[in-house]
């Protein structure tokens, strides 16, 4: 008997749910991948992409790892935004956190989790650089506030690359938006960042070229 028949049987009832509200869908997914938007977002099984905005597969590219870091020594997830930008030529990145990530809450406790200690020294950073955490010491809304500033954080981080501000100087419509998740309400909040231009970056970190 097959492992996991259970999961086997849901993907048939899927499939077959999408194929009667659109004969033609996995046809037209096969033959090309299109998709506007890229998203990064936490590994928490919690905050699904795709179903929180309401998208179907093929419309949204999608990068998940522990608390939606974006490093500059991530050969993965730079891999992934060269391919979005370059090929697939979305519109717009969004870095999406959510409050109760257990990525946040890990970085702020003060006992050694693991190899994962190595990973959360990027949030860690991003708390000791902030003035606004420091004075925010009461528990969840200190872990909250570390939530946004890391997304925050990212944002900056997609920016910095090569990738983005390649694409900017050859005049590539691109923007990176940061938006958190409530686990609460399933409602989504933007927080009101969105880099469409390197002239929105510290002067240190844009990169004009030569040409």
């Known amino acids: ?69 974006v490093s500059h020594t991530d050969f993965n997830c730079l891999s992934v935004i060269q391919y979005a930008v370059e090929v697939l030529k979305v519109r717009d990145i969004i870095v999406c956190g959510h409050y109760g990530c ?44 570390l939530c946004e500033l890391n997304v925050a954080a990212q944002v900056r981080n997609v920016c910095y690359t090569t990738i983005v501000q390649d694409a900017w100087r050859r005049g590539q419509n691109l923007s990176v938006h940061g938006w958190i998740y409530s686990l609460d309400d399933g409602l989504l909040k933007d927080l009101d960042l969105c880099i469409s231009d390197p002239d929105q970056l510290a002067a240190i970190y844009r990169m004009r070229g030569t040409g």
């Open 1 to 69: 008997m097959r492992e996991l028949k259970h999961l086997f049987d849901n993907n048939r009832k899927w499939a077959e749910q999408m194929r009667q509200q659109d004969p033609g869908f996995f046809t037209k997914l096969a033959e090309q991948q299109a998709p506007p938007y890229l998203w990064i977002g936490c590994a928490d099984s919690r905050v699904p992409a795709n179903q929180i905005v309401g998208l179907d597969p093929g419309e949204v590219f999608v990068h998940r790892n522990v608390a939606n870091v």
């Open 102 to 145: 257990g990525g946040v809450a890990g970085a702020l406790a003060d006992v050694p989790l693991g190899l994962i200690d190595n990973w959360l020294r990027h949030i860690k950073d991003v708390y000791e650089a902030s003035d606004l955490v420091h004075g925010a010491k009461n528990g969840a809304k200190e872990a909250d506030t």
